[in-house]
């Protein structure tokens, strides 16, 4: 057999791997382009957003409300469609990573990973940082008092039966980043395990021959073709499904807000708004992209991750905006999103810091610089141990705020109103995640 025989076997095996009809993943094919399911366009999918969020507003959810009769009705839409989604999720991180690491090889992909990590923990730091140096400012501006604390807690009695969590240990730490059961991390939805076992067994497969590993890299991608196309069919009625979760949210939440709270509200959901619109010239400059063609390709995306509140669910869309709208080579959509998902959330450096604050100014307490400093680093880097669902990082961050002294009633009652904050925390992450990505692909390019 002739050298050059012997370099087309991998080729033909691969491509019997992938069957006749596999999806052509050339940047002509379905996989650059993205789901081929016609979606809706952002614009309905924002008109839905702020219908949902209206009437859930106008609405009464308590019993014998019209809001309570509308309910039963409305959350399930809202909840199957975000589970659907959210079942595409792990399968898609795995044949994506797997893919990526097979066939760009061990070095390339370890490369992207390292460079994505470090403008992860730049984002954080600059996130950080400023929000010490602004939140004074702003408490200031806007004085909370303990007393309007405790008008809060007696109209929504929350505080009365929370329970002071358990501080997690080292091992606990360990633990989220070396899983030590696989079935368990896969059916707790614990992304970033998955992502670590998939790492290896993707490198694993550069050690082995060609005829053996590159059947596997086309299935991979194959698969990961065909996981997208079915998360393209789910955005056919996305629409439908944000009316339904901002209508159900809002409904929920809204009697929620008194006193303090109504302020606590309004100053982080602005913070978390004035971060992703700093996140659009930062991505013009740092990764080239024009302004336009970036706002257009994250709006259907920031609509998903406002409604539904988790990053998690919304990888499906961030990689398709990044892949198809912004053009970004596989290496960005296929190992940088995926780890930004499973480690990068860019609202803890912010949304964390303030609520501790916050409560620090409410009550009145001191600590020194030295434990204030402290726990600005800890909070911060929950951000890579806390999942990417909906209030996520409750109970990651409370054992900081009751070792500086804050009383478990102002940690809970924050909490509780965390649903509207929530959202635009969302945002601000998948928003971070692909200005990352796109940053990460342009400098991997020089």
């Known amino acids: 057999m002739s050298p050059a025989e012997e370099d087309d076997e991998p080729r033909e095996l691969a491509d019997a791997a992938r069957g006749p009809q596999a999806p052509d993943f050339t940047p002509s094919g379905p996989r650059a382009r993205g789901p081929q399911a016609p979606g809706p366009s952002a614009r309905a999918a924002v008109l839905a957003v702020v219908i949902g969020l209206g009437a859930g507003l106008l609405v009464d959810a308590g019993e014998g409300s019209l809001g309570a009769r509308l309910l039963p009705f409305v959350e399930p839409v809202g909840s199957v469609w975000l589970a659907a989604l959210r079942l595409l999720v792990l399968p898609l991180t795995v044949t994506l990573l797997t893919a990526a690491v097979g066939r760009a090889g061990g070095n390339d992909a370890g490369r992207v990973g390292i460079a994505s990590l470090l403008w992860f923990l730049v984002a954080l730091a600059v996130a950080a940082v400023t929000t010490v140096l602004v939140s004074p400012v702003l408490l200031r501006l806007v004085p909370v008092s303990a007393a309007m604390m405790a008008e809060s807690a007696a109209a929504s009695g929350a505080a009365a039966s929370a329970a002071a969590p358990v501080a997690p240990t080292l091992n606990d730490g360990l633990d989220l980043l070396v899983p030590t059961n696989l079935m368990r991390a896969v059916a707790q939805g614990d992304l970033f395990a998955v992502m670590l076992v998939t790492l290896l067994f993707a490198l694993a497969l550069r050690l082995m021959p060609r005829r053996i590993s590159a059947p596997v890299v086309g299935a991979a991608e194959t698969l990961g073709g065909w996981f997208l196309r079915l998360a393209g069919l789910l955005f056919r009625v996305l629409p439908v499904a944000v009316f339904a979760l901002t209508f159900t949210a809002s409904a929920q939440s809204g009697g929620e807000m008194v006193g303090g709270l109504v302020r606590y509200v309004v100053l982080l959901s602005a913070l978390m708004l004035a971060a992703t619109l700093v996140l659009y010239p930062v991505t013009v400059v740092l990764a080239g992209q024009s302004l336009r063609r970036f706002a257009r390709a994250l709006l259907p995306v920031q609509m998903l991750a406002f409604s539904s509140r988790s990053s998690v669910a919304c990888l499906p869309a961030m990689v398709e905006a990044a892949g198809a709208r912004l053009a970004l080579p596989r290496s960005a959509t296929d190992v940088t999103l995926p780890f930004a998902v499973a480690s990068f959330k860019l609202n803890m450096a912010i949304s964390a810091n303030f609520q501790m604050f916050f409560l620090l100014h409410v009550y009145g307490l001191d600590p020194t610089p030295g434990a204030v400093a402290?726990?600005?680093?800890?909070?911060?880097?929950?951000?890579?141990?806390?999942?990417?669902?909906?209030?996520?990082?409750?109970?990651?961050?409370?054992?900081?705020?009751?070792?500086?002294?804050?009383?478990?009633?102002?940690?809970?009652?924050?909490?509780?109103?965390?649903?509207?904050?929530?959202?635009?925390?969302?945002?601000?992450?998948?928003?971070?995640?692909?200005?990352?990505?796109?940053?990460?692909?342009?400098?991997?390019?020089?």
């Open 374 to 446: 402290l726990g600005v680093i800890a909070v911060t880097l929950q951000s890579f141990a806390t999942p990417g669902l909906p209030s996520g990082a409750v109970w990651t961050t409370t054992p900081v705020y009751l070792g500086l002294g804050i009383p478990l009633e102002g940690v809970v009652l924050t909490n509780v109103v965390d649903t509207i904050p929530d959202l635009f925390k969302t945002v601000a992450n998948v928003t971070g995640d692909v200005s990352i990505a796109a940053i990460v692909a342009r400098r991997s390019r020089r």
